[in-house]
């Protein structure tokens, strides 16, 4: 069959690289797909938001699955549009309708939703510009440090953790006068959480639900996790704090409700749910959902999957998730991002990278890369993904780092130290 992938990161290189190894694949298209997915495939240079675009190149192409990785077309509805239209409703798309990416598209609606089943997760209020001075109000006893977080899609930037009160007040006015645009027409306040962060993902049809290999994923900038947050610097799997009970906890107590929470709801849901979550006191909350998976965990997340990943996903296009075995190799994975100069502030792209070939016992994603006159040219803030498979968290993590440093571009950089803090 032929297949449409969607997006241009290193989740959907990944994804690109796993899928073309599929003996159900005939032909693998990536819109718009980046400097290094035409090795699996061909790239088309179109705008996942152009659906009408999309919907051309599907015909065109006589396509017959199609995978959404970045949030923001499901958020706009491209499941709903292939429904609405007689030429392809009856090809399936794995990545939720609206209805169901509004758990990722609304912070407000997710708390509501985790408020309504049960689900732990901090304590929050929303607030709008016409309940402003309420929420001054409410911030003015709340403690210390608080969350203020824009309720829409602000490309990771709308999450701020403050411990003012008189920064975080002005903070909630300027949201609310429009420093995300329209996704901080409402703003959720939320208790601030002290634990240890880790990333779970399902795939789920709606009924049933197969969960992925957890991960870990690496914000800060700096060497020790300081400094300013990013999309992701890096990236383990398994995590080595996320014990068998644990993970237990987390599937009775989360996961679970969430999936009954949806049907319970009317939510027909296909595709991932990534849950962001929180080790409190031994106890799983969770910060977020997102309706896709995450970048750079699903660059340790792939490798680590044995099955036929085409084969996954018409398993949960038909609704036949309920008796689908996932088999999860045993290895160790570790995902190192290499990002340009400057990054995650302003910084130049259209350097030439070198080095890829030398690179000895990890795969190579490209996330932010272009292929300029036969030279891959960086074309992002986060370039590449570096990602090792060994038999220990300590080879992979070892093997990784190793190989990020064969490859050059002019003002590259990335950490050292992912995953180390995890290594007993």
Request: one cysteine or more; glycine letters at 10%.
């Amino acid at each position: 069959m032929n297949i449409l992938l969607l997006g241009s990161g290193g989740r959907e290189s990944a994804f690109a690289w796993k899928i073309s190894q599929s003996s159900q694949c005939s032909q693998l298209f990536i819109a718009p797909g980046n400097g290094g997915t035409n090795a699996y495939g061909k790239n088309v240079n179109i705008n996942p938001n152009n659906f009408e675009a999309v919907k051309a190149l599907v015909l065109k192409e006589n396509i017959s699955l199609v995978v959404v990785g970045p949030e923001e077309p499901l958020v706009n509805g491209i499941h709903d549009f292939f429904i609405a239209d007689e030429e392809l409703a009856g090809i399936p798309v794995i990545g939720p309708k609206k209805e169901g990416a509004i758990l990722e598209g609304s912070k407000d609606f997710s708390k509501q939703f985790m408020a309504r089943h049960g689900i732990p997760t901090a304590a929050s209020r929303s607030f709008t510009k016409e309940t402003l001075e309420e929420g001054l109000v409410y911030l003015q006893s709340h403690a210390l440090p608080v969350v203020l977080k824009a309720d829409g899609l602000a490309a990771g930037k709308g999450v701020l953790i403050l411990d003012n009160t008189a920064e975080a007040q002005e903070e909630l006015k300027l949201m609310l006068s429009g420093k995300f645009g329209d996704a901080g027409t409402t703003v959720v306040i939320e208790e601030f959480l002290s634990g240890i962060e880790l990333s779970v993902f399902v795939l789920t049809d709606g009924d049933n639900y197969v969960i992925l290999p957890e991960a870990k994923d690496y914000k800060r900038i700096g060497q020790g996790d300081t400094g300013l947050n990013t999309g992701g610097m890096g990236s383990v799997s398994p995590v080595p704090f996320a014990s068998k009970a644990f993970l237990a906890e987390i599937e009775r107590d989360i996961i679970i409700p969430t999936i009954n929470g949806l049907k319970k709801d009317q939510i027909d849901y296909t595709g991932f749910i990534f849950f962001g979550l929180i080790k409190v006191n031994e106890k799983p909350l969770v910060i977020e959902y997102n309706c896709r998976m995450g970048d750079p965990e699903t660059e340790s997340v792939i490798p680590r999957i044995e099955n036929d990943l085409v084969d996954l996903f018409i398993a949960a296009s038909k609704k036949k998730l309920k008796d689908y075995k996932l088999n999860i190799s045993d290895k160790n994975a570790a995902t190192v991002m290499i990002v340009a100069g400057g990054y995650p502030g302003e910084y130049e792209k259209g350097k030439t990278i070198t080095g890829i070939e030398n690179v000895r016992q990890s795969l190579v994603f490209h996330a932010g890369t272009a292929l300029e006159g036969g030279v891959i040219k960086t074309n992002g803030g986060r370039v590449l993904a570096v990602s090792s498979l060994q038999d220990s968290q300590f080879e992979a993590l070892q093997s990784a780092t190793a190989d990020a440093a064969r490859i050059y571009f002019d003002g590259k950089y990335f950490r050292e130290d992912i995953g180390f803090d995890l290594i007993s």
